[in-house]
């Protein structure tokens, strides 16, 4: 079965830093292109940040470029999202995803970990 | 990037009745790659629709999406109480991914 875990959620003053982790299990991580998505309260879904299998080919946002960083640990089976200088609009729950991709159906969300920005 | 614009923002609909979602992408969408996702109150979204009309694995044969290039659907064609969910397009042809802002059919 395949489970994807988000921890390192929390309260954080602006201006603050998290790391987010995504534990894998069920699937090897190392095959698969990720995602980070977040959902601001009452939002939509919004692409955060992908990271190719080996993690050599990454990309951010625009809203989040020089502030947030994706990388991974392939053989911990674990994703990250190392995110500074947070703002009270970076607020929202943030997935790790496996999404449908060409030539793949699979497509896996973890539960979410909620990350608040606020004084 | 390629915006993605849903329409209508809410669909008010009674159960039984056939709903129609639109996903218009600001260019053409390759090889359809164009999903559908449903999401529920304090879930996570799920997997409706890949390739523009193709159901992903359990999905019932009430939903069906059709499209291609820019102009995209989703049709369910009678409303289950448990459809009743906001609705998100997403295309992965090109990075970055993006999503439409979501269509909620709400009961009317």
């Known amino acids: 079965e395949v489970q994807l875990v988000e921890s390192g959620g929390g309260l954080i003053q602006p201006g603050g830093s998290l790391r987010l982790s995504c534990a894998a299990s069920?699937?090897?991580?190392?095959?698969?292109?990720m995602y980070w998505v977040r959902q601001g309260p009452g939002k939509g879904l919004v692409g955060v940040a992908y990271?190719?299998?080996?993690?050599?080919?990454?990309g951010h946002a625009d809203s989040v470029k020089g502030r947030f960083t994706i990388s991974r640990d392939n053989a911990r089976n674990t994703l990250y999202l190392q995110m500074n200088s947070l703002r009270a609009e970076d607020t929202a729950v943030y997935y790790c995803?496996?999404?449908?991709?060409?030539?793949?159906?699979?497509?896996?969300w973890g539960q979410g970990t909620l990350v608040t920005v606020s004084s | 990037e390629i915006v993605l614009t849903q329409s209508p923002g809410t669909l008010s609909l009674s159960p039984g009745e056939g709903a129609t979602l639109s996903c218009r992408a600001s260019?053409?969408?390759?090889?359809?790659?164009l999903a559908w996702y449903q999401q529920k109150p304090g879930q996570t979204p799920r997997l409706l629709i890949y390739?523009?009309?193709s159901r992903a694995t359990g999905i019932p044969d009430r939903f069906s999406g059709s499209g291609s290039g820019t102009d995209f659907t989703l049709s369910i064609s009678r409303l289950e109480p448990e459809d009743f969910a906001v609705y998100y397009c997403?295309?992965?042809?090109?990075?970055?991914?993006?999503f439409g802002q979501g269509t909620k059919v709400e009961i009317k």
């Open positions: 260019q053409s969408v390759s090889s359809s790659y």
């Open positions: 390739g523009a009309s």
């Open positions: 997403h295309q992965y042809d090109s990075s970055p991914r993006t």
């Open positions: 069920g699937f090897t991580l190392s095959n698969s292109w």
């Open positions: 995803a496996k999404l449908v991709r060409r030539g793949s159906r699979d497509d896996y």
């Open positions: 990271s190719s299998s080996d993690g050599s080919i990454t």
